[in-house]
T-cell receptor
Framework: QKEVEQNSGPLSVPEGAIASLNCTYS??????FFWYRQYSGKSPELIMS????GDKEDGRFTAQLNKASQYVSLLIRDSQPSDSATYLC????????????FGTGTKLQVIP | GAVVSQHPSRVICKSGTSVKIECRSL??????MFWYRQFPKQSLMLMAT?????????EQGVEKDKFLINHASLTLSTLTVTSAHPEDSSFYIC?????????????FGDGTRLSIL
C-alpha cells in the first residue's frame, strides 16, 4: 500500500460544478496535511493546510479531514477552466521526520 | 509572504558540465530546504533534505557525490549537478519550510529546467 494515495484521474467536471479530490494515507497518527496545485510545466503552489478533523474553507476551496478514516479531500466550488491542473496531496507521516510525503496527484480538467 | 526564489529557471549545457542551482527564501528564514526532481508526466521525487549548517540527507538511490547540496545560511541552499549527462535532464524544484516545525507547509521555488545535450 502506498503511503499517500490519490486517483491519478483525469477527473473531468463541467465549468461551475464542484470538483471533489480525494486522498488517503497510511499512517493513523499523521498530524498535518496539505493540498498543492501544479500547473503543467510549473512548480507546485500551496492551496491549503489542514490539521484538525472537519472542514476548512478558503474562498472556493474547502479541505476536509477525517483522521479516523485516514482521508483528506479538497472540494473546489464553482470550478473554472483555470482550475485545470494536477492537485497534489501531501501528508506529514509519523516517522517521516522532517519531510512530507506527496501523493502522485490527481489531474483535474474543467470543461468550459 | 513565504516567497522562494530559484535560479536559473532554465539551463542548457553540454554533457560533462557541472551546473549549480540556487534556492533562496526571500522573506523568511528556512531551517530546512528540500530538493526535488520531476520527469515529464511523473510525480515529484524527493532527492534530499537540506538543513542549514549540516550535511544534507539524501534519499535512497540519489548519489550524494553527483548531486552536491550546500545550505550555508538560513536563506540559501544550492544544488550542484556534477558532470551532468543527458539522463540528468529534468525539472529540479526546491522548497523551503519556515522554522524547524515539520507541520509547517513547504513553499516551492519556480523550478529549474535542466537540459543536457
Amino acid at each position: 500500500q502506498k503511503e499517500v494515495e490519490q486517483n491519478s484521474g483525469p477527473l473531468s467536471v463541467p465549468e461551475g460544478a464542484i470538483a471533489s479530490l480525494n486522498c488517503t494515507y497510511s499512517d493513523r497518527v499523521s498530524q498535518s496535511f496539505f493540498w498543492y496545485r501544479q500547473y503543467s510545466g510549473k512548480s507546485p503552489e500551496l492551496i491549503m493546510s489542514i490539521y484538525s478533523n472537519g472542514d476548512k474553507e478558503d474562498g472556493r476551496f474547502t479541505a476536509q479531514l477525517n483522521k479516523a478514516s485516514q482521508y483528506v479531500s479538497l472540494l473546489i466550488r464553482d470550478s473554472q477552466p483555470s482550475d485545470s491542473a494536477t492537485y497534489l496531496c501531501a501528508v506529514n507521516l509519523a516517522g517521516g521526520y522532517q519531510k512530507v510525503t506527496f501523493g502522485t496527484g490527481t489531474k483535474l480538467q474543467v470543461i468550459p | 509572504g513565504a516567497v522562494v526564489s530559484q535560479h536559473p529557471s532554465r539551463v542548457i549545457c553540454k554533457s560533462g558540465t557541472s551546473v549549480k542551482i540556487e534556492c533562496r527564501s526571500l522573506d523568511f528564514q528556512a531551517t530546512t530546504m528540500f530538493w526535488y526532481r520531476q520527469f515529464p508526466k511523473q510525480s515529484l521525487m524527493l532527492m534530499a533534505t537540506s538543513n542549514e549548517g549540516s550535511k544534507a540527507t539524501y534519499e535512497q538511490g540519489v548519489e550524494k557525490d553527483k548531486f552536491l547540496i550546500n545550505h550555508a545560511s538560513l536563506t540559501l541552499s544550492t544544488l550542484t549537478v556534477t558532470s551532468a549527462h543527458p539522463e540528468d535532464s529534468s525539472f529540479y524544484i526546491c522548497s523551503a519550510r519556515t522554522g524547524g516545525d515539520s507541520n509547517q507547509p513547504q513553499h516551492f521555488g519556480d523550478g529549474t529546467r535542466l537540459s543536457i545535450l
